[in-house]
């Protein structure tokens, strides 16, 4: 019989590396303390549970990083893809889920399969001994005692930023005479018909005076222990955007770009607010980029100034949850391994990567690598070329250590085409600007997605 390999942490990561483990033949005990032991931002017991957002973003493959992301998973069977398959919604150009749907299927397909068991507790402290193979994919919300241990053997302190959660509207609450379906430019993506947002416009009085209100609203209190704890810019609370400048979220996530008033086509919105189905019913909608430290009295107050949800009725309001992360570069091998530990694995985002996708991708990884261990194959990290492989790259030694070894440098990191080798030989002679642009990014996706196959058919495990 083959010695099972404990994953800790029922999350993104931690449902792809058993899922990965189990498929190669090995034996799991996957150990999810909820809801033994409850955190800050999960309202289920459900593994795989979205708390951010329900969207895995573009699921473009030909121009774009997270797409390609995607397209790779597929092909090294990811569960997560498997199932955002059977629960999308329509989402423009994105990959969006049915959140309760897409948890439930997630705990229904690990605890049938034959080889996984799942143990409901907290896992305080390192893990006893004789586990000889762990994979720590506990994500941004780790448990204090195990993430105590962890800075003990490493003699590192945690990083930690906040991650900013979007509020949630009744789609029946919102007034139609005034916003308008459509997805920007029209783009139809998986499952969706090119209407696939809800639109609130705002003229340039009415956006002045909501980012005012944004400015002057009572915002959260932090502990002092969270007081010194920075944001991750790819999340950041919307109010935390309006003090950067007035016109930061109208070149962000209130962008008018793309989009035309079906109300009153001749007059250009100043700024416009989008939401995103969020469930299958289309009873609910996400307010795109609206995370949000506010109190929950002013984000009813200041977001029923956005025309059109003047009669909002919020399902779920934003708030904040503290996440942790490591300084992966110094403390993990280029396995994900800890220097200090190499019996411990780690997976997600405590690794730095950021992101429900990059975290799933990063599980499949460790798995894999759990998996050859275990079997006494050879594992070869896959090439940098490809997405999978650059994000490797990023956490375990793509990124540069300050000189004293120090982690200020290390941030999370979503996947982009910045951490990939540049491509070469892509150019054509009298292209123009843009069309360069697009033959860039296809040379990336094109030549990571045919170094993956290779990978995937040449001892990937």
Same mark, same amino acid.
């Given at each position: 019989m083959t010695k099972p390999v404990h994953v800790i942490g029922g999350g993104m990561a931690g449902s792809e590396a058993a899922w990965a483990l189990a498929q190669a033949g090995v034996p799991?005990?996957?150990?999810?303390?909820?809801?033994?032991?409850?955190?800050?931002?999960?309202?289920?017991?459900?593994?795989?549970?979205?708390?951010?957002?329900?969207?895995?973003?573009?699921d473009d493959k030909d121009q774009n990083a997270v797409g390609l992301l995607h397209e790779e998973m597929r092909l090294a069977g990811s569960l997560v893809?498997?199932?955002?398959?059977?629960h999308q919604v329509p989402a423009g150009g994105a990959l969006a889920v049915d959140r309760d749907g897409f948890s439930a299927e997630m705990t229904r397909r690990i605890a049938a399969h034959p080889l996984i068991s799942i143990e409901r507790g907290e896992v305080a402290g390192l893990p006893p001994a004789d586990w000889d193979s762990v994979i720590v994919a506990t994500g941004p919300l780790t448990s204090p005692a195990l993430a105590e241990a962890v800075r003990g053997l490493t003699g590192e302190a945690d990083l930690a930023f906040f991650d900013a959660i979007a509020p949630?509207? +009744?789609?029946?609450?919102?007034?139609?005479?005034?916003?308008?379906?459509?997805?920007?430019?029209?783009?139809?993506?998986?499952?969706?018909?090119?209407? %696939?947002?809800? &639109?609130?416009?705002? %003229?340039?009085?009415?956006?002045?005076?909501?980012?005012?209100a944004l400015n002057e609203g009572d915002k959260g209190d932090f502990k002092e222990w969270e007081k010194n704890t920075p944001y991750f810019d790819g999340c950041l609370p919307i109010e935390v955007m309006a003090e950067r400048g007035p016109?930061?979220?109208r070149f962000g996530p209130m962008k008018p770009m793309g989009l035309t008033n079906a109300h009153n086509p001749t007059v250009k919105a100043y700024a416009v607010v989008q939401l995103r189905q969020d469930n299958a019913l289309g009873t609910l909608y996400n307010m795109v980029g609206f995370q949000t430290k506010l109190?929950?009295?002013?984000?009813?107050?200041?977001?029923?100034?956005?025309p059109g949800l003047e009669n909002a009725e919020f399902a779920r309001l934003g708030g904040l949850h503290r996440n942790t992360f490591l300084n992966s570069p110094k403390v993990l091998d280029g396995f994900m391994r800890?220097?200090? *530990?190499?019996?411990?694995?780690?997976? #997600?985002?405590?690794?730095?990567?950021? #992101?429900y996708v990059e975290s799933a991708a990063m599980g499949i990884m460790a798995g894999r690598m759990a998996a050859a261990e275990r079997l006494g194959r050879p594992f070869?990290?896959?090439?940098?070329?490809?997405?999978?492989?650059?994000?490797?790259?990023?956490?375990?030694?793509? +990124?540069?250590?300050?000189?004293?070894?120090?982690?200020?440098?290390?941030?999370?990191?979503?996947?982009?085409? #910045?951490?990939?080798?540049?491509?070469?030989?892509?150019?054509a002679?009298?292209?123009?600007?843009?069309?360069?642009?697009?033959?860039?990014?296809?040379?990336?996706?094109?030549?990571?997605?045919? *170094?993956?196959?290779?990978?995937?058919? &040449?001892?990937?495990a």
């Open positions: 799991v005990v996957l150990h999810e303390m909820r809801p033994v032991v409850a955190t800050d931002a999960h309202k289920t017991d459900g593994l795989a549970e979205l708390v951010c957002s329900n969207s895995f973003r573009s893809m498997a199932v955002a398959a059977l949630i509207i +009744h789609r029946e609450s919102i007034n139609m005479d005034v916003a308008w379906f459509q997805s920007r430019y029209d783009k139809v993506g998986p499952g969706g018909t090119g209407k %696939d947002y809800i &639109n609130c416009p705002m %003229d340039k009085a009415q956006y002045e005076a909501f980012i005012t016109e930061t979220l109190k929950y009295a002013e984000q009813v107050r200041v977001f029923r100034t956005i800890l220097k200090a *530990d190499p019996r411990l694995r780690f997976a #997600g985002q405590i690794t730095g990567v950021e #992101g070869r990290v896959p090439p940098a070329t490809t997405a999978h492989g650059a994000l490797i790259n990023h956490i375990t030694g793509g +990124h540069l250590l300050t000189t004293d070894g120090a982690k200020s440098s290390f941030q999370p990191m979503n996947v982009n085409f #910045g951490l990939f080798p540049p491509p070469t030989d892509y150019l002679k009298g292209m123009k600007h843009a069309e360069k642009g697009v033959a860039r990014k296809r040379a990336y996706t094109s030549r990571a997605l045919r *170094d993956f196959a290779d990978w995937l058919s &040449n001892g990937s």
